[in-house]
């Protein structure tokens, strides 16, 4: 801190967290503490001596104006300024000014002003200003008799029992002189009976996990000689035996030749934050329990749906040999048989989300043709393309396109994008796949002129249960598990699959990028 204003006072005023600057009759800054330095980025003597307005991003007029308002009242005039910080935008930050001292034969006019976050609630605000107030009072008074000890030591009180942090001076040896009302209920002790004592007898702190004593920040003080940071991990026992967790800082007082006058010591109750850290642990746990049961419930379910589709299966077989030539039944066993295979296919997709959550899928890898895998995948849904009557062609990839992969779950994949195609394609539409090779990977394309994804779903469309308009995938079927199946199998292949579209009506695009394998995986393909 900077200014008009004895060294001792500047010490006090630069161990406070609260950022204050005090500005003279014509705005210019006078008296700037380190918390304001922060807040602003910049060093005090880059601000001492500059107007207000040439720090902020505001109307002249109106900061004049704002000044002028503060300088006519000790209450609190509230006002937001854009403050101008290097390399950064500007930053909004709410200013509560008041009259500190008004214009007289000691000296001109003074106004204080508080700089704090926008968002602060009224409640602070208020206790602020009740603080501001009482600050200004005790500054005024010792400007009228500067050079009285007896005047400082009251702004001193006054000031250090007006923030809302504990506060605990003491002189040179570590024996306490001062006690705020907060610093008097956190450690039990009344100012009366602390006073003279050694602060290891009324500060008594420890460690909360080893229970071991830790030093004082007063007494780290009186050892370096400059002010100590934050200590974690520490209780104070309070004079009763109750424990809170604090934590704490100190800072050196001292005169203008230099001299330690004494330590202040600023610590807060840190009980209600542990507290929420604590509910947010169990939220966060009870989450995790619930997540797992999700799992588990998915894998039981999927397995509970698949062992009567079994029998189901063989039914619809065993119908459509026997009465196959029966036209009806014909096309009903067909139905049936449509509807029994898209059911495994869902219960198949659910076992497979079961075992990703749980890590149990396992890839049996060999080298494998790409235009087999191709060719399996087309087949599955030809019938399908047919029956809705979508325009559908593919192209194989060269046979030596050849990649160390699962080819059932290959077929898997491929299969996916081509019935998503297929089902998300009107009639007369088209789905093409496309497949070539470079020298190091083959990529397959999955191209169709259907729906189109969304530009907002577009970045999702992979993460598991993502599906587009809720009307559109009920009418359509499927659970919004598939491509992220997809998606998981292909990264195990250490592949890369890509999803593009110009929009609803555009038709999408799936694209498919894998490795392909070296030459001596070459000789025997499955």
């Known amino acids: 801190?900077?200014?008009?204003?004895?060294?001792?006072?500047?010490?006090?005023?630069?161990?406070?967290?609260?950022?204050?600057?005090?500005?003279?009759?014509?705005?210019?800054?006078?008296?700037?503490?380190?918390?304001?330095?922060?807040?602003?980025?910049?060093?005090?003597?880059?601000?001492?001596?500059?107007?207000?307005?040439?720090?902020?991003?505001?109307?002249?007029?109106?900061?004049?104006?704002?000044?002028?308002?503060?300088?006519?009242?000790?209450?609190?005039?509230?006002?937001?300024?854009?403050?101008?910080?290097?390399?950064?935008?500007?930053?909004?930050?709410?200013?509560?000014?008041?009259?500190?001292?008004?214009?007289?034969?000691?000296?001109?006019?003074?106004?204080?002003?508080?700089?704090?976050?926008r968002e602060v609630k009224y409640d602070q605000f208020l206790l602020l200003k009740q603080r501001i107030d009482q600050l200004s009072h005790e500054i005024s008074r010792r400007r009228a008799a500067e050079v009285s000890l007896m005047e400082t030591k009251e702004w001193y009180r006054v000031t250090l029992e007006s923030i809302g942090d504990a506060v605990i001076v003491t002189d040179p040896q570590g024996r306490v002189t001062?006690?705020?009302?907060?610093?008097?209920?956190?450690?039990?002790?009344?100012?009366?009976?602390?006073?003279?004592?050694?602060?290891?007898?009324?500060?008594?702190?420890?460690?909360?996990?080893?229970?071991?004593?830790?030093?004082?920040?007063?007494?780290?003080v009186l050892r370096m000689g400059g002010i100590v940071g934050l200590a974690n991990h520490t209780l104070?026992?309070?004079?009763?035996?109750?424990e809170l967790p604090i934590d704490d800082s100190g800072a050196p007082l001292r005169a203008a030749d230099g001299q330690l006058l004494g330590v202040v010591l600023v610590f807060r109750d840190l009980t209600e934050r542990y507290r929420l850290e604590r509910e947010l642990s169990i939220k966060a746990r009870d989450l995790a329990d619930a997540d797992r049961r999700k799992d588990e419930f998915l894998s039981m379910l999927a397995h509970e749906l698949r062992n009567p589709l079994a029998p189901l299966r063989s039914g619809v077989r065993l119908l459509s040999i026997r009465h196959g030539d029966l036209p009806d039944i014909a096309r009903l066993a067909g139905i049936m048989g449509r509807q029994v295979n898209h059911m495994v296919r869902l219960v198949d997709d659910l076992l497979d989300v079961a075992r990703l959550t749980r890590g149990s899928l396992n890839l049996q890898k060999q080298p494998t043709r790409l235009s087999d895998v191709v060719e399996r995948a087309a087949e599955m849904v030809r019938a399908t393309m047919d029956e809705r009557g979508i325009h559908f062609q593919f192209a194989l990839p060269p046979t030596e396109a050849v990649v160390d992969a699962d080819a059932h779950r290959l077929v898997q994949v491929l299969g996916n994008l081509l019935a998503n195609?297929?089902?998300?394609?009107?009639?007369?539409?088209?789905?093409?796949?496309?497949?070539?090779?470079?020298?190091?990977?083959?990529?397959?394309?999955?191209?169709?002129?259907?729906?189109?994804?969304?530009?907002?779903?577009?970045?999702?469309?992979?993460?598991?249960?993502?599906?587009?308009?809720?009307?559109?995938?009920?009418?359509?079927?499927?659970?919004?598990?598939?491509?992220?199946?997809?998606?998981?199998?292909?990264?195990?292949?250490?592949?890369t699959i890509d999803a593009s579209s110009r929009g609803p009506g555009q038709g999408s695009e799936f694209v498919v990028r894998l490795p392909l394998l070296g030459e001596a995986g070459l000789s025997n393909p499955a």
């Open 1 to 117: 801190m900077t200014g008009p204003r004895r060294p001792e006072a500047a010490e006090l005023a630069d161990a406070l967290q609260e950022a204050v600057v005090v500005l003279d009759a014509t705005g210019a800054l006078c008296m700037v503490n380190r918390a304001a330095s922060r807040v602003l980025s910049r060093d005090p003597d880059q601000l001492m001596g500059r107007h207000l307005r040439e720090l902020v991003s505001e109307d002249p007029e109106r900061v004049q104006a704002f000044l002028a308002r503060c300088a006519r009242t000790r209450s609190a005039s509230p006002e937001s300024l854009r403050f101008i910080v290097p390399g950064q935008d500007p930053v909004t930050l709410r200013c509560e000014g008041s009259l500190m001292s008004p214009r007289s034969e000691a000296g001109p006019a003074l106004v204080l002003l508080r700089l704090r976050p």
């Open 178 to 220: 001062f006690l705020n009302a907060v610093a008097e209920e956190l450690t039990g002790w009344t100012r009366a009976d602390a006073g003279g004592r050694h602060l290891d007898e009324v500060f008594v702190i420890v460690n909360d996990e080893t229970r071991e004593p830790v030093e004082s920040p007063v007494t780290k």
């Open 236 to 242: 104070l026992l309070r004079k009763d035996g109750h």
């Open 421 to 495: 195609a297929a089902k998300f394609t009107p009639p007369g539409g088209q789905v093409d796949v496309g497949a070539y090779a470079t020298r190091d990977e083959v990529v397959v394309s999955v191209i169709d002129t259907g729906m189109g994804i969304e530009p907002e779903l577009l970045p999702h469309i992979f993460e598991l249960f993502k599906q587009g308009d809720a009307s559109l995938g009920r009418s359509h079927g499927g659970l919004g598990i598939g491509l992220s199946v997809a998606r998981t199998i292909v990264h195990m292949h250490g592949g």
